[in-house]
Protein backbone atom coordinates (compact mmCIF):
# COMPACT_ATOMS: atom_id res chain seq x y z
CA UNK A 1 0.00 0.00 0.00
CA UNK A 2 1.28 3.19 -0.83
CA UNK A 3 -0.13 6.17 0.93
CA UNK A 4 -0.68 8.51 -1.91
CA UNK A 5 0.12 11.91 -0.16
CA UNK A 6 3.63 10.75 0.50
CA UNK A 7 3.96 10.02 -3.49
CA UNK A 8 2.96 13.36 -4.26
CA UNK A 9 4.28 15.31 -1.44
CA UNK A 10 7.52 16.27 -2.95
CA UNK A 11 5.77 17.39 -6.27
CA UNK A 12 3.97 19.57 -4.45
CA UNK A 13 6.39 20.96 -2.65
CA UNK A 14 8.98 21.72 -6.03
CA UNK A 15 5.73 23.99 -7.30
CA UNK A 16 5.72 25.64 -4.35
CA UNK A 17 8.70 27.10 -4.39
CA UNK A 18 8.67 27.22 -8.44
CA UNK A 19 5.12 29.59 -6.96
CA UNK A 20 7.72 31.42 -4.91
CA UNK A 21 10.24 31.92 -7.22
CA UNK A 22 7.86 33.25 -9.82
CA UNK A 23 6.20 35.41 -7.92
CA UNK A 24 9.89 37.15 -6.81
CA UNK A 25 10.11 37.64 -10.95
CA UNK A 26 12.31 34.33 -11.79
CA UNK A 27 10.53 33.04 -14.15
CA UNK A 28 13.18 30.72 -15.96
CA UNK A 29 13.90 29.30 -12.21
CA UNK A 30 10.17 28.85 -11.60
CA UNK A 31 10.04 26.87 -14.79
CA UNK A 32 13.11 24.79 -13.96
CA UNK A 33 11.08 23.84 -10.39
CA UNK A 34 7.68 22.99 -11.74
CA UNK A 35 9.70 21.00 -14.71
CA UNK A 36 11.21 18.96 -11.81
CA UNK A 37 8.19 18.68 -10.04
CA UNK A 38 6.66 17.05 -13.41
CA UNK A 39 9.29 14.75 -13.71
CA UNK A 40 8.41 12.95 -10.68
CA UNK A 41 5.81 11.25 -12.78
CA UNK A 42 3.13 12.27 -11.34
CA UNK A 43 -0.17 14.53 -12.08
CA UNK A 44 0.31 17.89 -10.87
CA UNK A 45 -2.37 20.08 -11.16
CA UNK A 46 -0.11 22.83 -9.19
CA UNK A 47 2.92 22.39 -11.63
CA UNK A 48 0.91 22.54 -14.43
CA UNK A 49 -0.82 25.60 -13.20
CA UNK A 50 2.11 26.96 -12.64
CA UNK A 51 4.22 26.23 -16.04
CA UNK A 52 0.93 27.48 -17.82
CA UNK A 53 1.70 30.96 -15.93
CA UNK A 54 4.75 31.64 -16.21
CA UNK A 55 4.28 30.73 -20.51
CA UNK A 56 1.50 33.14 -20.20
CA UNK A 57 3.51 36.10 -18.80
CA UNK A 58 6.45 34.90 -21.19
CA UNK A 59 3.68 35.43 -23.76
CA UNK A 60 3.35 31.92 -25.15
CA UNK A 61 -0.38 31.50 -25.16
CA UNK A 62 -0.54 28.51 -26.82
CA UNK A 63 2.49 26.72 -24.66
CA UNK A 64 0.08 28.15 -21.63
CA UNK A 65 -3.08 27.05 -23.20
CA UNK A 66 -1.60 23.65 -23.26
CA UNK A 67 -0.47 23.65 -19.37
CA UNK A 68 -3.71 24.52 -17.82
CA UNK A 69 -4.96 21.86 -19.94
CA UNK A 70 -3.03 19.58 -18.59
CA UNK A 71 -4.09 20.64 -15.18
CA UNK A 72 -7.70 20.13 -15.77
CA UNK A 73 -6.88 16.90 -17.39
CA UNK A 74 -5.05 16.18 -14.00
CA UNK A 75 -7.64 17.58 -11.98
CA UNK A 76 -10.52 18.61 -13.48
CA UNK A 77 -12.12 20.73 -10.92
CA UNK A 78 -9.32 23.44 -10.74
CA UNK A 79 -11.02 26.20 -11.05
CA UNK A 80 -7.92 28.40 -11.76
CA UNK A 81 -7.20 26.27 -14.61
CA UNK A 82 -10.57 26.82 -15.85
CA UNK A 83 -10.19 30.26 -15.46
CA UNK A 84 -6.94 30.55 -17.62
CA UNK A 85 -8.06 28.14 -19.96
Partial sequence: ??????????????ANAADAQRLRGDLDEALKLYDFALESGHSNELAWCGKGQVALEKGRFAEAASCYAEAVGATPTHAVAWTNL
Avoid: C, H, I, T
Fill in 1 to 14: FVDSADVFEPARAL
